[in-house]
Structure formats: C-alpha cells, structure tokens
C-alpha cells in the first residue's frame, strides 16, 4: 500500500459542502496555471486552466479564481462528492515562450470527502 | 483508448542496475516530458523533449537520460540506480498549454 503523502495538507469536508483548496506560486512572470486532480495510484489530471489575464474562470462545479497581487490562486469545488477526493495540486508556467514549456508544481493538498 | 501509457506500471531492481521506462502518446503531441514524484507527492520536472530540442532540468543526474525513438515516444534510461531514484516516474505530454500525464512507473531500488 501507498505510505505516501502523510505530511500533505488536508481538507476534510462533508459531501454536499463546498471546498476551497489554495496555492500559493513563486513566479510574478508566470503567465498560465492548472489545477490537477491526483487519485491514488493514477497520474495527475487536468481539471482546469486560466491565463494572467484573467481573474475567474469556471468550469463544470469547479471555480478557479487568480490573485496576481498576492500570487495567490485557488480552487473552488461545489457540491464537493466522494469522487471528488484526491490530492490537488497547483501548476505554474512562466509562459508559452519558456524553454521546454516546463511546469513547476505545488506541493498539493489532499482533500478528503466524508460521507 | 489510453493517451499516455507508461511501462511497466512497477519496477523493482537493486542499486547499481541499469533500466529502463517506457512511454507513448497516441494524441499527436509535439512534446513529451518526464517527471520525478518523491514520497511526500512532491512532483518535479525532469525533461522537456521535442523533436528540436531536449531541455533538462539543471539538478537531474546525468545518469537520467532520455531517448526519443520517434514523436510518439520518450523512453527514460536510468544507469547505476541508487536508493534515492525511488520514486514514481510519470511521462507527460503536450500540444500548447495544458500536460497530459501517464498512469506513472513505480520504481523501488533496493
């Protein structure tokens, strides 16, 4: 079995709540962010994107929303559901002309939904 | 229809051992990449690899090499394993923006 993530911050929420998961990112050039969604033993899934010229950007039950003063970004989940537990992890990149179009992680958040 | 496949799915081998993992995207991408995800989930960059250049990530060993047989495909050879190679390995590719990641290689050096 997986041992894992056990210094990962945790969200835990009912099902039927919202979550806010948040990431912090270093780079002020950085011009293109991506939420993915981590389930055990799978590899990272793209859930949503936004680009620096935008503030909010909504997808189906997920909200992404970018603070570009603080370097703050988040992501909002409605209606949170069992299936939506997994770790989630925030991904910069300092934009499309960047050599290798290379993107630099966050360290994640597990978010555990109770029934 | 799997877009990026990884094999094999699990690896174990002893230190000093040389090996190898493979990686294909059947989506038509122009670039592929390689990724390290230590045991605290902490994922990082190893390769970026198309068909005009290979950038590397400054702190990966040059015991780390990528081989790109065709577009299609980015290999990772790894030689004289150590302990701290232990991890999971996840190909990725790309066309633009967004990455799209295989279902990762769990290697176990012993």
């Known amino acids: 079995g997986e041992s894992v993530g056990l210094h990962l911050p945790t969200l835990s929420v009912q099902e039927g709540d919202n979550s806010i998961i948040n990431c912090a990112y270093s780079?002020?050039?950085?011009?293109?962010f991506i939420w993915y969604k981590q389930e055990s033993g799978k590899g990272p899934q793209f859930i949503i994107d936004?680009?620096?010229?935008?503030d909010k950007r909504q997808g189906q039950r997920v909200t992404v929303l970018l603070n570009k003063t603080v370097k703050h970004l988040s992501l909002q989940i409605a209606a949170t559901q069992p299936g939506d537990s997994a770790v989630y992890f925030c991904?910069?990149?300092?934009?499309?002309?960047?050599?290798?179009?290379?993107?630099?992680f966050g360290g994640g958040t597990r978010l555990m939904v109770k029934p | 229809d799997t877009a990026v496949s990884q094999t094999p799915k699990y690896l174990v081998t002893q230190m000093g051992n040389d090996k190898s993992i493979k990686c294909e995207q059947n989506?038509?991408?122009?670039?592929m990449y390689w990724y390290k995800q230590d045991s605290k989930k902490f994922l990082k960059i190893m390769f970026s690899?198309?068909?005009?250049?290979?950038?590397i990530n400054e702190t990966v060993p040059n015991r780390f090499s990528p081989k790109s047989p065709d577009k299609a495909h980015l290999n990772l050879h790894i030689n004289s394993l150590e302990l701290g190679d232990s991890a999971v390995y996840f190909c990725?590719?790309?066309?633009?923006?967004?990455?799209?990641f295989g279902p990762g290689t769990r290697l176990t050096v012993t």
């Open positions: 990725a590719s790309s066309q633009g923006s967004g990455q799209y």
């Open positions: 780079n002020s050039a950085s011009d293109y």
């Open positions: 936004i680009r620096s010229n935008m």
């Open positions: 991904a910069e990149n300092l934009g499309m002309g960047n050599a290798g179009n290379m993107l630099t």
């Open positions: 989506l038509g991408h122009d670039t």
């Open positions: 690899y198309n068909n005009k250049e290979l950038i």
